[in-house]
């Protein structure tokens, strides 16, 4: 990991000392994983108090797989099944079946439509009928051991939400360059500066974590 390139965000501490109050003050971040894993940074917002403009700006700068994080008792609660049975993707990401809001929406394929499916799904009260299946959001669960289990963005993404003291479920999107390819490091940097968006990794999580007795 480029150190030289955080350095402008703080030291690890200060960086998700930031994180958490750009999240407690309704902005995104951009959480890095490593070099060693996937290489890419996800955008990623608190899905409580995510705007349609959030939303907008995931779509255009990002993968268009726009994934809903989530713990297990939320996925229980929603009654949705995993997507395969046997996960043999690379990272073993926890994709469930995808979903979309069963009333308030078009297509669901727009900004609004996917944020109201967000806002649907992540509700005290959501139960398995306000959701359709299949949809145009794609809901994750995270391991339930959290990021010192399996270091990787669901799990960053609910870790760092929670340490906001909002609700443990995220919004997270891959960034893209304008080509297609991957957002590498440079191309990450330079866009959180030009959106003002804070940037920490998932290593700094882990870092925190331990060194915070949060175990």
């Known amino acids: 990991m480029n150190q030289k390139l955080l350095s402008t965000f703080g030291t690890p501490i200060e960086r998700i000392q930031k994180a958490i109050l750009a999240l407690q003050s309704g902005q995104g971040i951009i959480i890095l994983d490593d ?4 290489n890419e940074g996800d955008l990623v917002f608190a899905s409580e108090n995510m705007t349609i403009e959030q939303m907008a ?60 499916t967000i806002k649907t799904a992540i509700a005290d ?10 949809g145009h959001v794609f809901p994750l669960r995270a391991h339930e051991g959290g990021i010192l289990f399996r270091a990787g963005h669901t799990e960053a993404a609910i870790e760092i939400v929670s340490l906001a003291g909002l609700k443990p479920t995220g919004v997270i999107c891959e960034l893209t360059n304008k080509d297609g390819t991957m ?18 990794t998932i290593k700094d999580l882990i870092f925190y974590i331990k060194k915070t007795n949060r175990l």
């Open 35 to 38: 070099e060693k894993r996937e």
């Open 125 to 134: 009260n959501a139960k398995p009928s306000d959701l359709n299946r299949p």
């Open 57 to 116: 700006l995931t779509i255009r700068y990002g993968s268009g797989i726009v994934c809903l994080c989530i713990t297990e008792s939320k996925r229980k609660q929603l009654n949705l099944p995993m997507m395969v049975k046997r996960n043999t993707s690379t990272y073993r990401t926890g994709f469930t079946v995808t979903i979309e809001a069963s009333k308030g929406i078009s297509t669901g394929v727009s900004a609004k439509d996917r944020l109201t």
């Open 183 to 200: 957002a590498r490091m440079p191309e990450i940097i330079e866009f959180s500066k030009n959106k003002k968006m804070q940037v920490l």
